[in-house]
């Protein structure tokens, strides 16, 4: 795995939130950046009226498509963490769907929220023939994650790695924070470069360290808003929930389109500089699987 160190992988979240046309426009800019990027998209959206004619064209434009589970809903992020094989029908029909739309199986899966994955889910990502998951943020801090009581990789290797026979494991870049759009949005772009550059300080001494970074498609548009949270501020966004941990942290995050752009700016600018920013898709990390 030592050519990983000079490797980066780009990826990007798509959520029901986001303004459909937003997908083409971050594809089309990484595009004239030429980089490559692999999008995680909730296969639900597959069958939406409004997103699916822009999903569609992701493979066309050279970008890969992962699965980034069904519905992308809290259901689905327990089954991930603890449920039973029946609980986990909705990746083999999330499976089913993207091959209708690809004509392909999905190689890469991200849980969403980057939630835990139990054995259950483990061995059916294996059994439908995934062969990357990037879900894993290690050292990540239960309280300012979307599952505050559950394990949230805090003891997670830094480093890409065999999560089960055929399944490789490609860490979200973590320290404390996922190296990820709500944090870019949260510390603003100064103290978001130097968060990354502290990451990749970390991955060049580190011969099997390899970053991989994810932004969200509005992160990309310099003319519109974020998606803007679907709560209001009240005593209750102070208390650790369940199901989305701490709200109030969505009420901190930048929100100003030209200033999310800046950073989206800065943070691939950060990229490029990492040993010549050579950004791979996931799939490209794995061998094709025979027969
Ligand atoms: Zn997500």
Not at 80 to 101: I, K
Not at 198 to 218: I, K, N, T, Y
Request: aromatic share 10%; hydrophobic share 45%.
């Amino acid at each position: 795995m030592a050519s990983m160190a000079s490797q980066i992988a780009l990826t990007v979240d798509v959520h029901v939130e986001d303004r459909p046309a937003d997908i083409i426009r971050a594809a089309a800019w990484l595009g004239v950046h030429r980089i490559p990027a692999t999008f995680f998209v909730p296969s639900a959206l597959f069958e939406h009226a409004n997103f699916r004619p822009h999903i569609i064209l992701l493979p066309s434009l050279g970008f890969e498509v992962g699965s980034h589970g069904h519905d992308h809903d809290y259901a689905e992020i327990r089954a991930l963490m603890r449920g039973a094989a029946a609980d986990l029908n909705f990746l083999r029909r999330s499976q089913a769907l993207y091959r209708e739309t690809f004509g392909c199986t999905p190689i890469s899966f991200r849980s969403p929220a980057w939630c835990p994955l139990g054995p259950g889910a483990i061995a059916a990502l294996v059994e439908l023939g995934y062969r990357v998951d990037s879900s894993a943020t290690p050292q990540r801090l239960p309280i300012f994650s979307s599952t505050p009581y559950a394990n949230t990789w805090l003891f997670a290797r830094r480093t890409p790695y065999e999560l089960a026979p055929g399944l490789l494991e490609v860490p979200t870049s973590c320290l404390l924070l996922p190296a990820a759009s709500p944090t870019w949005l949260t510390l603003r772009r100064r103290a978001a470069s130097a968060f990354l550059s502290l990451l990749l300080w970390e991955a060049r001494r580190c011969a099997d360290c390899m970053p991989c970074v994810q932004l969200h498609v509005s992160d990309f548009v310099p003319d519109a808003a974020p998606p803007s949270p679907v709560e209001t501020l009240g005593l209750r966004s102070f208390l650790p929930r369940r199901d989305g941990g701490l709200r109030f942290k969505v009420f901190l995050r930048e929100r100003n389109p030209e200033r999310v752009y800046a950073t989206t700016l800065a943070i691939i600018e950060v990229l490029r500089g990492h040993r010549g920013g050579g950004f791979v898709r996931l799939r490209e990390l794995v061998k094709p699987a025979e027969g």
